[in-house]
C-alpha cells in the first residue's frame, strides 16, 4: 500500500528578498515543493510580515509526481506582494502530504551565496 510522504503543513521563519545583485545573476528566494503523490496538489501560502497584516490565501497548484520552484518574488494576491528588501516569514499549507524546501540565492556580493534548507514540517 502507498504511504503519502511529507507532511500537509510546512514552515518558513527567515524569508528577506535581497534588495541588491551583482552580475547575471538577480538575488532571489524559492519555496521548492515535490508532490510524490498522483493527485494534484493545492497549496495555500500565507507570507507573514513584522509590521503589517499578512498576504494570505496564495493559491498555487503542483501537479502530481512533480516539482515546483516557486519564486517569492512572484507571489500576488490582490496586487499585494512581498516587498524586497524587508523581512518575513511563510506559511505552506496543501490538501495533501507535500515536501517543502526553501532556497535563497544572495548575489549582493561578487561572490554569490546559495542557502537551502527544510522547511519546518508540522503534524
Known sequence: MFQARGEKNWYIPDGYIPPDSTGALTSHESICVLNCSSEEALIRITIYFEDREPI???????????????????????????PIGVPYAIEVQSDIPIIVQYSRLDSTQAENTLMSTMAYPLK
Open 56 to 82: 494570505e490565501e496564495i493559491l498555487v497548484v503542483v501537479q502530481g509526481r512533480r516539482t515546483k520552484h516557486i519564486r517569492t518574488s512572484s507571489l500576488m494576491k490582490e496586487g499585494a506582494s512581498i
